[in-house]
């Protein structure tokens, strides 16, 4: 898609084929009803599922109104865009090319703020309760869509500055490509971008840790379980008089162990300040008065209440991995959806003369769109809570057929 200024005049810079174009629309409007539906679907999950209205969840939403929107609104509008469509009305072209703008930066926002929850979340749990309260999510969410409206409507701030011989509404001939590389592009998506992999890639590396932690204490409860055993065999097995006192010893010493076991790695825990909301109950089953008692009262035999505290703990802490995992695909996605357009748009920048095959630009504006449309799969499949609020909202609605027969 090269145009150069002067073919912006007078007839289409770039005619493409009948079959093209309508391969093309055909595509952007089965994107369009997909990305409504899916996301359409998520917010009625997080509204019907009081489990699901969480701060995260909130900024998942944001996502999926923007997504919405660009099923709505930007998508037709870029199908009267690449059309050539509105004729000799520079104002009104300046809107209708802003508005993806707007909606991909909001998008972006959106993410880097699920990003900043999830560092806040696992990295300074005692803190997260207080910074990320309801109010304060929207006051964010106000932010981000008030950050992505600004940046996305530069152009429209200065369009007497836009070239005003163009007389089809056609992206490169209305929209500068300098604002487009090294603001929309450089600023506003690269930097953001680098930002969130290097969070993503320090949650992942705390939450290793810490099953690595976990699964060291579960190895040494069980070692310590082992010897306490053989000890009182033993003991038994002496037959004197004193092997009940031996006993007794054995358990009280086992259960100091514990308790000195239990408070040292609190203490970890507390210092090193690693831990989500899920992962500030793992810490807090090592803390629990009641636990301590129980333990320090407990006979040999006990470790397993302790062992299935444990365990709930790893499975809450591989449940958080899995979550941080799901958000990193949603972002991952984003990056491949528009990175091939913003490519295109450098190439376009850098290299005037370079020929981009239209067929290739198309294919790169159907992906980025396409983008609106796969985040809800992600979280139907990879995250369980919506997928069963999902799945328990379409048994709902079969609910009463049966119930007639």
Not at 64 to 76: K, Q, R
Not at 98 to 124: D, G, P, W
Not at 262 to 287: D, H, K, M, N, P
Not at 359 to 364: E, F, H, I, K
Request: a positive charge.
């Amino acid at each position: 898609m090269n145009v150069t200024p002067g073919s912006c005049k007078a007839e289409m810079p770039y005619g493409y084929q009948p079959r093209m174009r309508g391969l093309y629309i055909a595509t952007e409007l089965v994107i369009a009803v997909l990305a409504i539906i899916g996301n359409f679907l998520v917010c009625l999950a997080v509204s019907r599922n009081r489990k699901l209205r969480t701060v995260t969840n909130y900024f998942l939403v944001s996502l999926s109104v923007a997504d919405i929107l660009v099923g709505l609104v930007a998508i037709p509008c870029a199908v009267l865009t690449d059309l050539g469509r509105p004729h000799h009305d520079l104002p009104l072209c300046l809107v209708l090319l802003s508005i993806l703008m707007v909606l991909t930066q909001s998008s972006i926002l959106s993410l880097v703020a699920v990003a900043a929850e999830r560092y806040m979340a696992i990295l300074l749990p005692f803190q997260y309760q207080r910074v990320m309260s309801p109010r304060n999510a929207q006051l964010a969410l106000l932010v981000t869509w008030g950050l992505g409206a600004i940046s996305g409507t530069v152009p429209l701030m200065d369009w007497m500055r836009q070239p005003a011989n163009s007389d089809y509404c056609i992206f490169t001939c209305v929209v500068d490509m300098n604002y487009m590389v090294y603001f929309n592009f450089f600023c506003c998506l690269v930097v953001p971008l680098v930002a969130m992999f290097a969070i993503y890639g320090h949650i992942f590396l705390t939450i290793r840790r810490q099953l690595r932690r976990i699964a060291v204490a579960r190895g040494t409860t069980k070692d310590s379980g082992s010897t306490g055993t053989d000890d009182i065999g033993n003991s038994f097995a002496g037959g004197t008089t004193g092997g009940g006192a031996d006993i007794v010893t054995g358990r009280q010493a086992r259960d100091e162990a514990r308790k000195c076991e239990g408070e040292v790695r609190a203490g970890e825990e507390v210092e090193s300040g690693i831990g989500s909301l899920i992962e500030t109950e793992t810490t807090t089953v090592f803390t629990k008065p009641g636990f301590r008692i129980a333990s320090a009262g407990s006979a040999p035999a006990d470790p397993p209440p302790r062992e299935s505290n444990e365990a709930k703990s790893n499975l809450r802490t591989r449940q958080e991995m899995r979550k941080a995992t799901s958000l990193f695909l949603v972002l991952f996605l984003f990056m491949v959806c528009w990175m091939p357009i913003h490519l295109i748009n450098c190439v376009l920048l850098f290299c005037p003369q370079c020929d981009v095959p239209m067929s290739l630009t198309l294919a790169a504006i159907v992906l980025s769109h396409a983008n609106s449309a796969l985040n809800p799969i992600l979280y139907a499949y990879r995250m369980r809570s919506f997928r069963y609020t999902l799945i328990g909202m379409w048994r709902g609605m079969w609910s009463v057929r049966p119930k007639r027969q």
